[in-house]
């Protein structure tokens, strides 16, 4: 299951640098690197057969590559890391959920929108940024609004938007939930609760039988409330510049 939820989460970073244009790929990783360095920059998909990781820290320290690599827990991986001066920077938990019919939402949601056109799109790129602490362009959620796999969110409050999120379906039927947020002073009321209920209600939409995504620590005693089950970690590395 690990896997699963894994490769919806590379195959979601992959979709949005094909759609913004900064996706590149070679035989040893792939590396998505919008404009600034902004969300999601990230190296991920690594060949264990063929990298070079001496390679991929000059080309880090150069500025080529972003400053940060994501990989499922692997132990000798990880050593590898540790040994070319990779330090963990954060640890995330992989979370599932099998749906069945009884556990689809009831609501209408009217106070969560569509994100359909470039204003609501600088709407969420706003109140992801100041949600989760980096920046995420308004160019890089534009190129997003047009696609067929993944859905972005904005939801009001007191008439003023100040949530957001999105679901993406990938290749193989699943649906991950992604990039769910709220703005600092807005925090406590369940906004982000009903956030992940409205996807929810998008997943059954999609037909897919299982939904994924990847918590904090915080935000996986959250998402266990809900009844989504931990399954491995991914790891971010990154190199002292």
Same mark, same amino acid.
Request: aromatic share 12%; charged share 25%.
């Given at each position: 299951?690990?896997?699963?939820?894994?490769?919806?989460?590379?195959?979601?970073?992959?979709?949005?640098?094909?759609?913004?244009?900064?996706?590149?790929?070679?035989?040893?990783?792939?590396?998505?690197?919008?404009?600034?360095?902004?969300?999601?920059?990230?190296?991920?998909?690594?060949?264990?057969?063929?990298?070079?990781?001496?390679?991929?820290?000059?080309?880090?320290?150069?500025?080529?590559?972003?400053?940060?690599?994501?990989?499922?827990?692997?132990?000798?991986?990880?050593?590898?890391?540790?040994?070319?001066?990779?330090?963990?920077?954060?640890?995330?938990?992989?979370?599932?959920?099998?749906?069945?019919?009884?556990?689809?939402?009831?609501?209408?949601?009217?106070?969560?929108?569509?994100?359909?056109?470039?204003?609501?799109?600088?709407?969420?790129? *706003?109140? !992801? +940024?100041? &949600?989760?602490?980096?920046?995420?362009?308004?160019?890089?959620?534009? %190129?997003?609004? #047009?696609?067929?796999?993944?859905?972005?969110?904005?939801?009001?409050?007191?008439?003023?938007?100040?949530?957001?999120?999105?679901?993406?379906?990938?290749?193989?039927?699943?649906?991950?939930?992604?990039?769910?947020?709220?703005?600092?002073?807005?925090?406590?009321?369940?906004?982000?609760?009903?956030?992940?209920?409205?996807?929810?209600?998008?997943?059954?939409?999609?037909?897919?039988?299982?939904?994924? *995504?990847? !918590? +904090?620590? &915080?935000?996986?005693?959250?998402?266990?409330?809900?009844?989504?089950? %931990?399954?491995? #970690?991914?790891?971010?590395?990154?190199?002292?510049?």
């Amino acid at each position: 299951m690990k896997n699963t939820i894994i490769k919806n989460l590379f195959e979601f970073w992959r979709h949005i640098g094909i759609s913004g244009q900064f996706l590149y790929n070679n035989e040893q990783y792939n590396y998505v690197k919008p404009n600034n360095y902004s969300w999601p920059s990230k190296v991920f998909g690594l060949n264990e057969s063929k990298i070079n990781l001496k390679k991929i820290c000059l080309k880090i320290k150069n500025g080529e590559l972003p400053n940060s690599i994501s990989i499922l827990k692997n132990e000798v991986l990880e050593a590898q890391l540790t040994k070319h001066q990779f330090i963990l920077k954060s640890s995330v938990k992989g979370m599932y959920f099998d749906l069945h019919e009884k556990d689809k939402p009831t609501e209408d949601f009217i106070s969560i929108e569509r994100v359909d056109n470039d204003e609501k799109a600088i709407e969420f790129s *706003l109140i !992801a +940024s100041n &949600s989760f602490g980096y920046e995420i362009l308004s160019s890089t959620i534009i %190129a997003l609004v #047009s696609s067929s796999q993944l859905k972005l969110f904005i939801g009001k409050y007191n008439n003023k938007y100040v949530s957001c999120g999105m679901v993406f379906l990938d290749k193989n039927g699943i649906s991950g939930l992604h990039m769910i947020g709220t703005l600092p002073n807005y925090r406590g009321f369940g906004l982000g609760k009903e956030m992940t209920n409205k996807l929810m209600l998008e997943v059954f939409k999609n037909e897919s039988k299982q939904v994924v *995504l990847v !918590a +904090s620590k &915080s935000g996986e005693r959250i998402y266990s409330k809900l009844g989504f089950k %931990a399954e491995g #970690s991914l790891l971010s590395y990154s190199i002292k510049k």
